[in-house]
């Protein structure tokens, strides 16, 4: 079990503030935050390349652990091969013996075409692969990886993706991975750490983070559209002379979330255990790839999420009347 | 066109300042004159001591200034700002307040004579020091740029990869740097060469080079000067090119 207590780091213009966390052997960990949230700080702890102002880290072995930083940083003064197998040899494995491991690695990770070739001649995609295969190669426990998709193209960054859910499930290493990609980490972890301003605000499956993220930035940063501050009284969040019910009683200060996925959207009112329903214009359609996205004013601006086909089954234009729909549960409510 | 053409031609005229003595000087000196110094026992163990004495001056300083430009690239620490300018300094003063200052503290009956044993006024160790101290900047300062410009990542990553921070230092830092080390080695050599101010405070004789030439020309002129000041000058400038040639093919080399 990898485990941080309460450490607490400092370092140029990044820090990370009591940070508490257990990471199981063999786990796929996502580490989610925007950039500047103290991310490769944390990794650079759990190297081992710092030592925290604060606190402590327990259960890592440096000599078991194999940091990929976002721009792989191999190293420019050495060809592919020579990258790959730097880690051999300050083992002082026996030549053969590197040879045999550098073919199986190549093999695994389809580079054995570049062995012979610059670094700087190799594409994004390529880069990563020879920086996988050089942690690799040396067999670790605990693969740490910095954004590793940040700088690639889609269609690489799918490719990398599987990549690494292939790796972990074959390897059975504890994958800690940090992104600023929530699609990423729905994809990829297991658990996932919502890491904002050095502070860790959430932990859980990809389930809970995203069904209830902790706070009204984890839900902006997770992508929610709907994200409204005011007051509750008796049940009721007052915003713009709309009233939506809520679970909460009465809160001072509240920001709620509505998730878009879980709003319904109909030409007459839709009859449901669903006790918030609104009569609205529609005043914004943007169509998107799995989704269509359509603004309805309410009061508010309301975005909603329907599937492509139901947009064309219903025939939905701009200044349409609709009413929206959604549960009183479907109303998270975060009070600050 | 017409942008670059003027750009051209007032770098040539800056180019022509500098080439201009530098031919008239060879041209007075004349191709025999020149031959004739070369034969001069004193000319040639000027000259020899001169680069000799710059090039140990350069190994000390590549020694003890390569770790200390590391040192000054990654770490940040308070005061750092006073040590980097104490280092820029000897570029800032007269050379002779700099000799002056070095024989305070390595003349005969000084601290560090007396500390370390060393004779240094008056002998081949004490231009050394000279050459050392008015010229070390150019290598520290070079070799610092040139550990600053590679990322403190790529190090990290060798240490994740079992390196202890002297490997990392050793196969990452240094290799990657060396081009700048190498720069800033040979300009600090070609400084120290060039260098008159501090050592002839501090060791007259043996004469290097630029003090044989001064002593030529306070004692007999600008006809005796000029053949050496011409011979010097052709010495350096061959040096500097051949250098040059041999960094910039390793660096070719390097980006094949």
């Given at each position: 079990m990898i485990r941080l207590i309460e450490v607490t780091k400092n370092f140029a213009d990044f820090s990370l503030k009591n940070i508490s966390l257990e990471i199981s052997p063999g786990e796929y960990f996502v580490v989610l935050g925007p950039s500047g949230a103290g991310k490769t700080l944390l990794l650079e702890l759990l190297a081992g390349l710092l030592e925290p102002d604060k606190g402590r880290v327990e259960g890592i072995k440096p000599e078991k652990v194999a940091l990929i930083y976002q721009d792989y940083m191999l190293f420019p003064h050495l060809n592919v091969q020579e990258n790959i197998g730097y880690g051999l040899k300050l083992r002082k494995i026996p030549p053969q013996e590197q040879r045999a491991k550098l073919k199986k690695i190549a093999t695994e990770l389809e580079i054995e075409h570049l062995?012979?070739?610059?670094?700087?001649?190799?594409?994004g995609g390529e880069k990563q692969r020879v920086a996988i295969a050089r942690a690799l190669i040396l067999q670790p426990e605990i693969l740490l990886l910095d954004e590793?998709?940040?700088?690639?193209d889609h269609r690489v960054r799918r490719q990398i993706q599987h990549l690494f859910a292939r790796l972990h499930r074959q390897y059975q290493q504890t994958f800690i991975h940090v992104t600023h990609d929530f699609e990423e980490a729905l994809a990829l972890g297991e658990r996932i750490a919502l890491l904002f301003k050095g502070e860790i605000i959430q932990v859980g499956s990809p389930q809970d983070i995203f069904r209830s993220p902790a706070s009204k930035e984890a839900a902006n940063f997770l992508g929610y559209k709907n994200v409204f501050s005011g007051r509750i009284s008796n049940h009721y969040f007052e915003i713009n002379g709309v009233s939506i019910l809520t679970t909460?009683?009465?809160?001072e200060r509240a920001h709620c979330v509505l998730n878009s996925n879980e709003i319904i959207i109909s030409r007459r009112k839709f009859s449901s255990s669903a006790r918030n329903s609104f009569r609205g214009q529609i005043k914004e359609i943007f169509p998107r790839l799995a989704t269509t996205e359509v603004v309805v004013d309410i009061g508010v601006d309301l975005a909603v999420d329907i599937t492509p086909q139901s947009f064309q089954e219903m025939q939905l234009k701009i200044g349409d009347e609709v009413y929206v729909t959604f549960k009183t549960t479907s109303v998270k409510v975060y009070e600050y | 066109m017409r942008f670059r053409a003027i750009f051209g031609f007032l770098g040539f005229l800056l180019v022509l300042f500098v080439a201009l003595p530098v031919l008239r000087m060879v041209w007075e000196a004349g191709g025999g004159q020149m031959l004739e110094v070369t034969k001069a026992p004193e000319v040639r163990s000027a000259i020899f001591l001169t680069l000799r004495a710059s090039l140990w001056a350069t190994l000390l300083a590549l020694f003890f200034g390569v770790p200390l430009a590391y040192f000054l690239a990654r770490v940040d620490f308070k005061g750092k700002k006073v040590i980097e300018s104490l280092i820029d300094l000897p570029v800032v003063i007269p050379h002779t307040a700099a000799g002056i200052a070095l024989l305070l503290v390595w003349g005969r009956h000084s601290l560090l004579t007396r500390a370390t044993g060393l004779t240094v006024v008056g002998t081949e160790v004490g231009i050394t020091l000279a050459m050392l101290f008015v010229s070390l900047p150019f290598l520290v300062n070079g070799a610092k740029e040139g550990f600053r410009l590679v990322d403190v990542r790529l190090e990290n990553t060798a240490r994740t990869l079992g390196a202890s921070p002297f490997q990392a230092f050793w196969t990452v830092a240094l290799p990657l740097a060396k081009k700048s080390i190498l720069s800033g080695s040979i300009m600090m050599w070609a400084r120290g060469i060039s260098e008159f101010g501090a050592v002839v405070i501090l060791a007259y004789h043996p004469m290097t080079a630029s003090v044989l030439i001064f002593e030529r020309f306070q004692n007999f002129g600008l006809q005796e000067a000029t053949p050496v000041a011409a011979l010097l000058l052709i010495v350096s400038l061959v040096v500097i090119i051949v250098l040059r040639v041999i960094v910039d093919r390793n660096r070719a080399k390097k980006n094949d």
């Amino acid at each position: 079990m990898i485990r941080l207590i309460e450490v607490t780091k400092n370092f140029a213009d990044f820090s990370l503030k009591n940070i508490s966390l257990e990471i199981s052997p063999g786990e796929y960990f996502v580490v989610l935050g925007p950039s500047g949230a103290g991310k490769t700080l944390l990794l650079e702890l759990l190297a081992g390349l710092l030592e925290p102002d604060k606190g402590r880290v327990e259960g890592i072995k440096p000599e078991k652990v194999a940091l990929i930083y976002q721009d792989y940083m191999l190293f420019p003064h050495l060809n592919v091969q020579e990258n790959i197998g730097y880690g051999l040899k300050l083992r002082k494995i026996p030549p053969q013996e590197q040879r045999a491991k550098l073919k199986k690695i190549a093999t695994e990770l389809e580079i054995e075409h570049l062995l012979q070739r610059a670094v700087t001649t190799l594409s994004g995609g390529e880069k990563q692969r020879v920086a996988i295969a050089r942690a690799l190669i040396l067999q670790p426990e605990i693969l740490l990886l910095d954004e590793p998709t940040a700088a690639l193209d889609h269609r690489v960054r799918r490719q990398i993706q599987h990549l690494f859910a292939r790796l972990h499930r074959q390897y059975q290493q504890t994958f800690i991975h940090v992104t600023h990609d929530f699609e990423e980490a729905l994809a990829l972890g297991e658990r996932i750490a919502l890491l904002f301003k050095g502070e860790i605000i959430q932990v859980g499956s990809p389930q809970d983070i995203f069904r209830s993220p902790a706070s009204k930035e984890a839900a902006n940063f997770l992508g929610y559209k709907n994200v409204f501050s005011g007051r509750i009284s008796n049940h009721y969040f007052e915003i713009n002379g709309v009233s939506i019910l809520t679970t909460v009683k009465e809160a001072e200060r509240a920001h709620c979330v509505l998730n878009s996925n879980e709003i319904i959207i109909s030409r007459r009112k839709f009859s449901s255990s669903a006790r918030n329903s609104f009569r609205g214009q529609i005043k914004e359609i943007f169509p998107r790839l799995a989704t269509t996205e359509v603004v309805v004013d309410i009061g508010v601006d309301l975005a909603v999420d329907i599937t492509p086909q139901s947009f064309q089954e219903m025939q939905l234009k701009i200044g349409d009347e609709v009413y929206v729909t959604f549960k009183t549960t479907s109303v998270k409510v975060y009070e600050y | 066109m017409r942008f670059r053409a003027i750009f051209g031609f007032l770098g040539f005229l800056l180019v022509l300042f500098v080439a201009l003595p530098v031919l008239r000087m060879v041209w007075e000196a004349g191709g025999g004159q020149m031959l004739e110094v070369t034969k001069a026992p004193e000319v040639r163990s000027a000259i020899f001591l001169t680069l000799r004495a710059s090039l140990w001056a350069t190994l000390l300083a590549l020694f003890f200034g390569v770790p200390l430009a590391y040192f000054l690239a990654r770490v940040d620490f308070k005061g750092k700002k006073v040590i980097e300018s104490l280092i820029d300094l000897p570029v800032v003063i007269p050379h002779t307040a700099a000799g002056i200052a070095l024989l305070l503290v390595w003349g005969r009956h000084s601290l560090l004579t007396r500390a370390t044993g060393l004779t240094v006024v008056g002998t081949e160790v004490g231009i050394t020091l000279a050459m050392l101290f008015v010229s070390l900047p150019f290598l520290v300062n070079g070799a610092k740029e040139g550990f600053r410009l590679v990322d403190v990542r790529l190090e990290n990553t060798a240490r994740t990869l079992g390196a202890s921070p002297f490997q990392a230092f050793w196969t990452v830092a240094l290799p990657l740097a060396k081009k700048s080390i190498l720069s800033g080695s040979i300009m600090m050599w070609a400084r120290g060469i060039s260098e008159f101010g501090a050592v002839v405070i501090l060791a007259y004789h043996p004469m290097t080079a630029s003090v044989l030439i001064f002593e030529r020309f306070q004692n007999f002129g600008l006809q005796e000067a000029t053949p050496v000041a011409a011979l010097l000058l052709i010495v350096s400038l061959v040096v500097i090119i051949v250098l040059r040639v041999i960094v910039d093919r390793n660096r070719a080399k390097k980006n094949d």
